[in-house]
């Protein structure tokens, strides 16, 4: 295979890295994880990985061109290529090698389309990390992000990375520019996430259609201080400063009105030890920060009461910070069972 000089440089700095063997059979299965956008104040730019939930994806090269996709889930998701958020990622991606490739892709969706967590991000982060793996690794994480993107422009209606970047990177990202595209990956301490999921849908391009067009100076100024602080606080380990910059005067106050019970489950929260939290993405899933595993455990049991209360269906997550972003499930396996014949 054939690749300019420029993507031989670029394969020098990726950080994807198999064992030997594995995609014997030219396929590979990967998990790809829930991602939570925004963190408050960081609307488009900061983002986190998290452990659970996580989507199951297998890829298979073929060397004949064309992209075959199959859906094993139940949201009746689009198969046409080009309708696919993995289908265009993927396409993106081909559209930079210099031979005609194709690929076949299983899905099985465990992050619900519309529910906040990232679902768009995780099909089309997962496929080109996967297509990457098989390919050699021609490509840096950049570039992978850069391919992601196409998908969340056909999810969304705009090119984003705040849920991209730490499904690719692991851990929390900072999306400094989109173009040209700059992602920082940030430390951050220990912490878990506690999310409820009413089973509601709030699509993404219906959030950013009711967002206000212009802000206010005092509170872009609030704003910034809030992002400054947040990103200070990870990087110090100062959970005092990171309760107190998770806070958002801009977006939340605008979508937190399309989520039943948004404002009990924050303030309840808060009230019960919680760091803070807010809207995970463009919701309807709420998510709460906790320095300790038995806060989170109340912090749940705030939200179930919450939501028994609306009469709405819902599911719940306690869960931790996904440091590793997305995992080749297949190289994992292949290394127990080497593992167990010893």
Known sequence: MIFSAYKMMKQKENLYHAPSGVGVGRSIKVSSPATIANLVCGFDVLGMALNDPQDIMQVTLSDKPGISIKHIDNYNLPTIVE?????????????????????????DKQIKPGSGLGSSAASAAGVVVAANHLLGNPFAKEDLVRFAMAGEKLASGVKHAD???????????LVRSIFPLDIISLPAPPM?????HPQIEVKTSDAR???????????????????????AGFMKNDYGLISRSLEDVII?????????????????????????GGISGSGP????????????RKVEQIMKEVY????????????????????????????????DRL
Do not use: H
């Not at 849920?163 to 990202?173: E, L």
């Not at 259609?209 to 872009?220: F, G, N, Q, S, T």
């Not at 899933?285 to 989170?296: H, Q």
């Not at 709405?312 to 306690?318: C, G, H, K, N, R």
């Open 83 to 107: 309708e696919n958020v993995a289908g265009v990622s993927l396409l993106s991606l081909i559209q930079e090698l210099d031979e005609n490739i194709g690929f076949a892709i299983i899905i």
């Open 163 to 173: 849920n991209i970047s730490p499904c690719i990177y692991g851990g929390v990202t």
């Open 192 to 196: 878990y996430v506690t999310v409820v």
């Open 209 to 231: 259609e009711i967002l206000r067009k212009e802000v206010l100076l005092k509170d872009a100024i609030k704003q910034w201080g809030n992002i400054a602080g947040l990103v």
């Open 252 to 276: 939340e106050p605008v979508r937190s009105m399309l989520i039943p019970g948004f404002d009990q489950v924050k303030k309840k929260s808060t009230d019960a030890g919680a760091l803070g």
């Open 285 to 296: 899933s709420i998510f709460m920060l906790c320095e300790k595993e038995n806060i989170a």
């Open 308 to 339: 028994d209360e609306t009469g709405l269906a819902y599911y719940t997550y306690v869960t931790t910070i996904n440091n590793e972003g997305i995992v080749l499930r297949q190289a994992q396996d292949d290394l127990r069972q080497a593992q």
